[in-house]
């Protein structure tokens, strides 16, 4: 996950939850995931 939030990301699509985007719902997302299961 640490790689996908280096990659400042436009666009995010998660197969369970769907789309994100813009970059900012991209980076919540992934900070979301990362507090939760890390």
């Known amino acids: 996950m640490q790689k996908l939030l280096d990659l400042n990301a436009d666009i995010l699509c998660e197969g369970h939850f769907g789309i994100y985007e813009p970059k900012e719902k991209v980076r919540d997302y992934i900070?979301?995931?990362?507090e939760e299961y890390e």
């Open 31 to 34: 900070e979301r995931y990362l």
